[in-house]
């Protein structure tokens, strides 16, 4: 797999993902009640070994070496920034039972040392999946199990259609890829999922849905969950070809969108996403 991930290698330590690193707060606010209910169908113990996958800036490693007091969480991640990040902020909160590597779970070379494979998000990314899950599959012990949150189709996703419908009366739609494509809805179809856990040598799968309102830019003004919007990868791509005066309208769209969700925590908007579970086989 020379070569394995390179265009994600590429874009998460690029400038343009410094947005997920300075705007940690906000990223972590929102995905909240999704990280919430991965760990929870996790069922981390205290003895446990965990890795977590695509860890960003480590919110749930974090939460997962709390769970397991008396064992230990790794956090992997391709993004140099946010594994700095995350390893700040263990130590800002004297988290010690918890480690970050910059790494590609899809290659890296794993002892089946862990209980629990998890994921918010960070397992949508790899480009050959059936071998990225094998090799997941390798760092678990036997019986051990996999939990991860991915995201359904974007059209059952209200987080991104109701601002997209207001940028999209002034700019086009960028080019989404492939189905089933590294992205942040490749794994969005639950057929695809089963073979892909099937042939990774996984078995008791359940792919469970799960649907929550989230703060769209985590809690704050509308005005700052617009500016949050407008920073985004998906944002500045369907915003750089435009004019200065397009992408003011556009911008002006998106806030008019999102005035009918405002509350008093912020920006509420539905999100779906599947939880799917699953167990290792011995080898």
Known sequence: MAGANQDQHDYWNREESRHWVEQQRRYDEMLEPFGNAMLAA????????????????????????????????????????????????????????????????????????????????????????????????????????????????????????????????????????????????????PDRVRNLFTQAGFADLTIEPFESSMLLGGRGTLDEAVDFLAHTGIAEGMLKEATEETQTRAIEAVRDSLVPYLTDEGVRLGGAAWIVTATSLSA
């Open 42 to 189: 996790a069922g981390i113990a205290p003895d446990h070994r965990v890795l977590d996958i695509g860890c960003g800036n480590g919110m749930t490693t974090r939460a997962a070496a709390r769970a397991a007091s008396k064992g230990h969480a790794l956090g992997v991640d391709l993004s140099k920034g946010m594994v700095a990040q995350a390893q700040r902020l263990a130590r800002d909160e004297g988290v010690e039972n918890v480690s970050y590597e910059v790494d590609d779970a899809q290659t890296r070379s794993f002892e089946p040392e862990f209980d629990r494979a998890i994921s918010r998000f960070g397992v949508m990314f790899f480009d050959h999946p059936a071998g990225a899950f094998a090799n997941i599959r390798s760092a678990l012990r036997d019986d051990g199990q996999a939990t991860f949150v991915v995201w359904q189709e974007l059209f059952a996703n209200e987080w991104l259609t109701v601002p997209s419908a207001g940028l999209l009366q002034h700019v086009e739609l960028p080019d989404l890829g492939e189905p089933g494509g590294p992205g942040p809805f490749g794994l969005a179809d």
